[in-house]
């Protein structure tokens, strides 16, 4: 495995070989703020050097495109053609791992642009059987900006936020008038997305089937409420957002609600852990847990990251002060467990079935 590939599992094998499995659970994300931080400040890009969303090379995927990564399935389930009755707008999460600037550029080569795609087919593709996908390229802040508050972040996030901002309008000025709408994204394209929903709220007023902000915690007070939505509070809502954050037991989530809590949400209310959005997506409802059998599916890799199987009824899931716990057989899913038991990188692999299932059902019920 390349050095470069994911940062965050050369730091855990390092913390291992060297301070052991204890340490790391304590105070990996310590070590993950020392490690990671971009260097030097924040530079400002020049003017009109942002994408171009009326091109096809800004979207990694769009009806038409050729070699769309969203159009992926497991193997063994049943590819689906044809016309889509809704239109789902996907924001990826963070693949730039480098310390060299705190955005990435445009045009990603290499591991960052096959990180991005990985994401792009596990993730989006989830809501391949109700709608047509379009995921941006953006310019995305580096990963080592999530781990401090600072200038230079918020500059960089700013960025990267304009760029989904831009793509959005692109996307919705393409669908046919009433045409619903699915919004979906995970951990950065997240956090961008919750913006985008009080931002563009007359938008998508009366066309969001839901939105599924995963992977980045979000305050149904601080976050919802200035949106104008609320949360899914069961299988048959509609015009509603859904959120979790992973975790296996015992659970360290010190790393997420340090860099959370306490902040404001775009009207001032302080977030707090007690107004923690936890949608549990095997019952798609803020209600009660859901035993392993209730799982249509997780994402088992097949001896690598390009083929992947949906095994049904391995894991369960609960809502805990905020946060999503999983229980059962976990299959081994690859090497990315973060520090403090957290599920991270699998949010969407965890639940790719009920995901599919839940977006099916909503669409139906917003009929």
């Known amino acids: 495995m390349c050095a470069r590939r994911f940062l965050i599992i050369i730091f855990i094998f390092i913390l291992l070989a060297v301070l052991g ?76 791992l480098e310390r060299d600037r705190w955005n990435a550029p445009l045009n990603l080569d290499g591991e ?32 080592g900006t999530f781990l401090l508050r600072s200038e230079d972040a918020d500059k960089a996030l700013g960025l990267a936020y304009r760029d989904v901002l831009a793509a959005f309008d692109a996307f919705i000025a393409a669908q046919p008038p009433g045409k619903p709408l ?15 929903l009080v931002d563009r709220k007359e938008a998508i007023a009366g066309r969001l089937v839901a939105a599924y902000v995963v992977g ?33 037991e015992p659970a360290n989530p010190r790393l997420v609600l340090d860099a959370w809590k306490g902040t404001k949400g775009p009207t001032g209310i302080i977030r707090e852990q007690a107004d923690m959005l936890c949608t549990n997506p095997l019952t798609g409802s803020t209600g009660a847990g859901a035993a392993p059998m209730a799982n249509k599916g997780t994402l088992v890799p097949n001896g690598g990251l390009a083929s992947a199987s949906l095994v049904a009824g391995q894991v369960g899931a609960r809502c805990d002060k905020g946060f999503l716990l999983i229980e059962g057989e976990i299959p081994d899913l690859g090497p990315y467990l973060l520090p403090g038991n957290n599920y ?7 639940f790719w079935g009920s995901i599919r299932a839940d977006a099916e059902k909503r669409l139906a019920q917003w009929r």
Do not use: M
């Not at 991270?344 to 965890?350: E, F, G, S």
């Open 21 to 96: 499995a204890f340490a790391l659970f304590q105070f990996g994300d310590r070590v993950l703020i020392q490690q990671a931080v971009p260097v030097g400040r924040y530079q400002e890009p020049a003017p009109r050097s942002g994408p171009d969303y009326a091109s096809d090379t800004a979207w990694i995927a769009k009806p038409g495109l050729a070699d769309d990564p969203s159009a992926w399935v497991p193997e063994g389930e049943i590819s689906t053609r044809g016309a889509k009755r809704a239109a789902t707008f996907f924001v990826h999460p963070t693949t730039y």
């Open 112 to 143: 960052a642009d096959s990180r991005t795609r990985l994401f792009v087919r596990s993730q989006a593709s989830a809501f391949n059987s109700v709608s047509d996908i379009w995921a941006p390229r953006y310019r995305q802040a580096a990963f």
């Open 182 to 196: 699915f919004l979906a994204a995970h951990s950065q394209g997240s956090l961008h997305l919750s913006r985008l």
């Open 216 to 248: 980045w915690p979000l305050s149904t007070r601080a976050d919802l409420q200035p949106a104008g939505v609320a949360a899914c509070g069961t299988a048959q809502a509609t015009g509603c957002v859904l959120s979790w954050q992973t975790f296996s």
């Open 344 to 350: 991270h990188v699998y949010d969407y692999a965890l």
